[in-house]
T-cell receptor, first 111, second 116 residues
Framework: GNSVTQMEGPVTLSEEAFLTINCTYT??????LFWYVQYPGEGLQLLLK?????DKGSNKGFEATYRKETTSFHLEKGSVQVSDSAVYFC??????????FGTGTKLQVIP | NAGVTQTPKFQVLKTGQSMTLQCAQD?????MSWYRQDPGMGLRLIHY???????DQGEVPNGYNVSRSTTEDFPLRLLSAAPSQTSVYFC???????????????FGPGTRLLVL
C-alpha cells in the first residue's frame, strides 16, 4: 500500500485541552512525514515535519514523532487555543517531491 | 516574495466550457503541482512538473491538461468542464527534486470552481 490514514473529524475541544490527532502510513522504506494546516479560506501551510525515524518535529506548541515501529506520526499539543481551529493534514513524501495526503481532520476549539 | 499565486479565486462554468486556472511562483522552485480538494477525500494530485518543459500525470489527470513553458508558471486547463470537476484547486511548489523527499511544499490560496 501507499497511503496515509488519519482519524476522522471533526474534533471538538475546549480551550486549553490536550490534542491528539492520529496518523499512520504505509510505505516501502522510510518516507519523510509532514503535518500541514489549513486555516479557513486559505491554502495549506507546513506545520512541522520529520525526515527520518525517531525525529520529532515541532512548531507553535505542536509536536509529532516519527515512529517507524508503529508507522505513525501522531500530532499532539498540550493546550489548544481557539486560534488552532483549522483542518490538519498528515502527509508523506515520495519520489520527485510527490506527496500523499491524508483526508484531513477538522479541529474546532471552543472558548 | 508573493509566494504562490492563483487566479481566479472563484469561477462558475457551464458544462462543456473550457478554462485555464493560473498558477505562478516567484521562488525559483523547480517542482510545481496541482491538487484538487474534495470533502472526505483530502488532496489528490492531478499533474506535476519537475522543471520547465517537463510534466507528468498524477492520481487524477483525466479532463485536465498542463504545460510548463517557464519556471514560474504552471497553468491547469480544463478542456470540457463537467460537474464532477467542481472542487477547490490548489497549486503548490517546492524548491528542488534533488534535495530528497523532505522538501516543504508551498501552496497557493486556491481556486474554487463550480461547474453547473
Amino acid at each position: 500500500g501507499n497511503s496515509v490514514t488519519q482519524m476522522e473529524g471533526p474534533v471538538t475541544l475546549s480551550e486549553e485541552a490536550f490534542l491528539t490527532i492520529n496518523c499512520t502510513y504505509t510505505a516501502t522504506g522510510y518516507p519523510s512525514l509532514f503535518w500541514y494546516v489549513q486555516y479557513p479560506g486559505e491554502g495549506l501551510q507546513l506545520l512541522l515535519k520529520a525526515t527520518k525515524a525517531d525525529d520529532k518535529g515541532s512548531n507553535k506548541g505542536f509536536e509529532a514523532t516519527y515512529r517507524k515501529e508503529t508507522t505513525s506520526f501522531h500530532l499532539e499539543k498540550g493546550s489548544v487555543q481557539v486560534s488552532d481551529s483549522a483542518v490538519y493534514f498528515c502527509a508523506k513524501g515520495g519520489g520527485y517531491q510527490k506527496v500523499t495526503f491524508g483526508t484531513g481532520t477538522k479541529l474546532q476549539v471552543i472558548p | 516574495n508573493a509566494g504562490v499565486t492563483q487566479t481566479p479565486k472563484f469561477q462558475v462554468l457551464k458544462t462543456g466550457q473550457s478554462m485555464t486556472l493560473q498558477c505562478a511562483q516567484d521562488m525559483n522552485h523547480e517542482y510545481m503541482s496541482w491538487y484538487r480538494q474534495d470533502p472526505g477525500m483530502g488532496l489528490r494530485l492531478i499533474h506535476y512538473s519537475v522543471g520547465a518543459g517537463i510534466t507528468d500525470q498524477g492520481e487524477v489527470p483525466n479532463g485536465y491538461n498542463v504545460s510548463r513553458s517557464t519556471t514560474e508558471d504552471f497553468p491547469l486547463r480544463l478542456l470540457s468542464a463537467a460537474p464532477s470537476q467542481t472542487s477547490v484547486y490548489f497549486c503548490a511548489s517546492s524548491y528542488s527534486i534533488y534535495r530528497g523527499a523532505g522538501e516543504t511544499q508551498y501552496f497557493g490560496p486556491g481556486t474554487r470552481l463550480l461547474v453547473l
